[in-house]
């Protein structure tokens, strides 16, 4: 399935900590969750919008999550892990990995928004299950496994204009 037309069924499913790191780091900006919604969409039947975000206890993450919403995305949030020796980490990939497979059989294009390698093995195996798989995220900063592993790679750094605030 290499077209894309409007009785396709998709999933959006975004990697908002990857999203934000990148654009924060490259463009000193925020994505436009908006924007990035109505392209994954393109006009075809959304099934399920989630973002993945980390709640790591800054003052304005709630409004930010109440925006998601907003918007038309379900939100999953994880807490922040703090280790006794001051590291910190928060992650979703085993869970958005799990979502995506779940979703496989009720989809038939899985737009995964992110640029985070870890994502090439399950995109290779979507795309086995017969689920087309579109990635966006900024190239500078994805890995190229992923990019060859999806059947199609929008670069959000190329279009910066419309997918920054």
């Not at 994505?31 to 989630?50: G, M, P, T």
């Amino acid at each position: 399935m290499t077209d894309i037309h409007p009785s396709q069924r998709v999933a959006v499913l975004v990697d908002a900590q990857n999203l934000y790191h990148t654009a924060q780091s490259m463009h000193s900006r925020n994505i436009d969750y908006s924007a990035l919604l109505e392209k994954a969409v393109q006009d075809r039947q959304l099934v399920r919008a989630i973002s993945y975000v980390i709640r790591a206890d800054s003052p304005e993450e709630e409004t930010f999550f109440e925006a998601l919403v907003d918007i038309g995305f379900e939100t999953k949030i994880k807490d922040i892990k703090r280790f006794s020796d001051g590291t910190k980490k928060a992650d979703w990939d085993v869970g958005m990995s799990l979502d995506a497979i779940t979703l496989a059989n009720h989809i038939d294009t899985l737009v995964l928004c992110t640029g985070d390698g870890d994502f090439s093995r399950l995109c290779s195996h979507l795309r086995h299950e017969g689920v087309r798989v579109e990635v966006m995220a900024f190239e500078s900063s994805t890995a190229e496994e992923l990019i060859d592993a999806a059947d199609t790679f929008l670069d959000l750094g190329e279009r910066h204009e419309t997918f920054l605030l």
